[in-house]
């Protein structure tokens, strides 16, 4: 008995050096996983002075006309040009964040109709490749879609993008036909709509937002001037529904679309 109760108070000890032990280790160690959470919302976002230097290239202000620091800088960037901040990191990201019409036209309208009542001119692109004629059996026949607003800063105009990220191949006719009510929409409602041809690279840069091409920049910066001429003919292919081989149910008949922008615009 005397042996076991030896064993036993034995064990004890070694219980209590243990958690004392563990005790004055855990004291001794760096920030904890909670303190490192902490430190991430914390995070600034790094900015690269190329892409600042790359936006402010694309817009008539000059380096008097906007905010000295560097976060003010990626603030008036997203306010005034809807630049997304994660942009001015350098990493691969949008540009401008994406809006998403695919299989849902209606929702085209509502945005339009939000648009022109912050800003009664609204522009969209209709942007195809250079040289390549609209129609089904045409390789890379497509159209990416990409809304722009003017907006005024220290007494300049420049604008405000919003690239649609579907690319609405013309050989499938669903997707043409949603391209063309979109087209439609814009024109019905009082937007500009203008043609533009740009070569394949600059138009993957659109669709995927991570970059608004040259040309879009340079077409009549000044809104208070005449719709530009056209690249090609857009509002030609502007349809307000018909029945396609392949439609699915959510698709928007002609009275459908025609009723959603009456009673949006009443």
Request: aromatic share 12%; proline share 6%; net charge negative.
């Amino acid at each position: 008995m005397q042996w076991v109760a030896y064993f036993i108070w034995a064990a004890v000890a070694l219980c209590v050096g243990a958690i004392i032990v563990s005790f004055l280790y855990l004291r001794r160690q760096p920030a904890t996983s909670s303190d490192k959470v902490e430190d991430d919302t914390a995070h600034v976002i790094p900015f690269n002075q190329h892409r600042w230097q790359l936006l402010l290239s694309r817009t008539p202000f000059n380096a008097d006309d906007v905010p000295q620091g560097e976060t003010e800088r990626i603030a008036w960037a997203h306010e005034l040009l809807g630049v997304e901040p994660e942009w001015f990191s350098g990493g691969d990201v949008a540009m401008y964040p994406c809006l998403s019409f695919h299989n849902a036209v209606g929702d085209s309208v509502d945005f339009i109709q939000q648009r022109l009542r912050e800003n009664n001119k609204l522009r969209l692109y209709a942007v195809k490749p250079t040289g390549v004629v609209l129609t089904e059996t045409a390789y890379e026949a497509s159209v990416v879609l990409c809304f722009a607003a003017p907006v005024v800063y220290a007494g300049k105009s420049a604008w405000r993008y919003w690239p649609v990220n579907v690319y609405w191949e013309w050989g499938y006719l669903p997707e043409q036909m949603q391209c063309r009510q979109i087209i439609y929409a814009a024109l019905h409602s009082g937007c500009e709509v203008v043609g533009v041809e740009l070569d394949v690279a600059d138009i993957y840069f659109l669709l995927e937002s991570r970059l608004i091409p040259e040309p879009l920049y340079s077409i009549s910066p000044d809104p208070n001037l005449a719709t530009p001429d056209a690249q090609w003919d857009a509002i030609a292919v502007a349809n307000a529904g018909e029945p396609v081989p392949g439609q699915i149910e959510e698709t928007l008949s002609a009275a459908d679309l025609q009723h959603r922008l009456e009673n949006s615009s009443s």
